[in-house]
T-cell receptor, first 113, second 114 residues
Framework: GENVEQHPSTLSVQEGDSAVIKCTYS??????FPWYKQELGKRPQLIIDIRSNVGEKKDQRIAVTLNKTAKHFSLHITETQPEDSAVYFCAASLMNRDDKIIFGKGTRLHILP | DVKVTQSSRYLVKRTGEKVFLECVQD?????MFWYRQDPGLGLRLIYFSYDVKMKEKGDIPEGYSVSREKKERFSLILESASTNQTSMYLC?????????????FGPGTRLTVL
């Protein structure tokens, strides 16, 4: 079955700098890669996703890149702000009827003042 | 606006008790999921269901069972609670039979087993 590895487990960046979180997946058939953000005490929420037919997607300060050959994908946050402090989960899925999303273990991002 | 609700935010039970965690979604989603979240271990899938009365084991089903009698409701059952089941439990739902549907999470139930 699918396995998703996420690095680093903890990341501290100065406010205004960029943050990068990297994930790898094992099942080459996976075709959907969402990223979830979980703020302290709240539920995980989707912030951006990418499909296997796209190499990069951007939404304001966040972007995701996908390298299907290497089976890895990354989340990039530019001009980080205090509200970016949270746990981020990457995930991979093969979207079919019996579909489940496999999550990485999460990255705790700290934005330092 | 999708809503996934869980019956309790906090629950304290004793070892050996039978525990029911309820999850309800209001968007007619086919797929529903139960995860547990522990520090450093991320979101681990316990069970999921892609239709009424259907269930599939996830990665850590031992000690748990589920029930899906109605499409909108997915229950997680701890037959005999143990201290190692102290955790945050998250329910989620997602529309099926269509690709790339967003998965929505409930607010979570923090269960403590004494």
């Amino acid at each position: 079955g699918e396995n998703v590895e996420q690095h680093p487990s903890t990341l501290s960046v100065q406010e205004g700098d960029s943050a990068v979180i990297k994930c790898t997946y094992s099942d080459s058939a996976s075709n959907y890669f969402p990223w979830y953000k979980q703020e302290l005490g709240k539920r995980p929420q989707l912030i951006i996703d990418i499909r296997s037919n796209v190499g990069e997607k951007k939404d304001q300060r966040i972007a995701v890149t996908l390298n299907k050959t290497a089976k890895h994908f990354s989340l990039h946050i530019t001009e980080t702000q205090p509200e970016d402090s949270a746990v981020y989960f990457c995930a991979a899925s093969l979207m079919n009827r019996d579909d489940k999303i496999i999550f990485g273990k999460g990255t705790r991002l700290h934005i330092l003042p | 606006d999708v809503k996934v609700t869980q019956s309790s935010r906090y629950l304290v039970k004793r070892t050996g008790e039978k525990v029911f965690l309820e999850c309800v979604q209001d968007m007619d989603h086919e797929n529903m999921f139960w995860y547990r979240q522990d520090p450093g271990l991320g979101l681990r899938l316990i069970y999921f269901s892609y239709d009424v009365k259907m269930k599939e084991k996830g990665d850590i089903p031992e000690g748990y069972s589920v029930s899906r009698e109605k499409k909108e409701r997915f229950s997680l059952i701890l037959e005999s609670a143990s201290t190692n089941q102290t955790s945050m439990y998250l329910c989620a739902s997602r529309g099926g039979l269509a690709v790339y549907n967003e998965q929505f999470f409930g607010p979570g139930t923090r269960l403590t087993v004494l």
